[in-house]
């Protein structure tokens, strides 16, 4: 059984930065790769980045150059680094893990998701 958790959302002025977390418990191989989603309202849920076990990291195009995805040591924590925030980054951030170990980005190639947490940017 995995267990996602998120925490790290809240408000911030457009510019500002914040940092998500997902914690996860159980087989900590088996939450590999972990990837961050978001879905703002009315729209699709959307790939944000992904980290694999062996630490290499993949981005959407539009967000490579301001959000940054690590992990602690244990492997157990990854981490998501938004920076330059922009009120189109308003949305429900999820964390999600897939059993297979191949990368996608398609939300419905995800086994294990968390429950979210919210972003709010402003104008």
């Known amino acids: 059984q995995v267990l996602l958790v998120e925490s790290g959302g809240g408000l911030v002025q457009a510019g500002g930065s914040l940092r998500l977390s997902c914690a996860a418990s159980?087989?900590?191989?088996?939450?590999?790769?972990r990837a961050w989603f978001r879905q703002a309202p009315g729209k699709e849920r959307e790939f944000v980045s992904a980290?694999?076990?062996?630490?290499?990291?993949y981005y959407a195009d539009s967000m490579k150059d301001r959000f940054a995805v690590s992990r602690d040591n244990a492997k157990i924590t990854v981490y998501l680094q938004m920076n330059s925030l922009k009120p189109e980054d308003t949305a429900v951030y999820y964390c999600?893990?897939?059993?297979?170990?191949?990368?996608?980005?398609?939300?419905?190639?995800?086994?294990?998701w968390g429950q979210g947490t919210q972003v709010t940017v402003s104008s």
């Open positions: 159980g087989s900590t191989f088996s939450t590999y790769p």
């Open positions: 999600a893990a897939r059993r297979s170990s191949a990368l996608s980005r398609l939300p419905e190639n995800y086994d294990y």
């Open positions: 980290i694999m076990w062996s630490g290499n990291t």
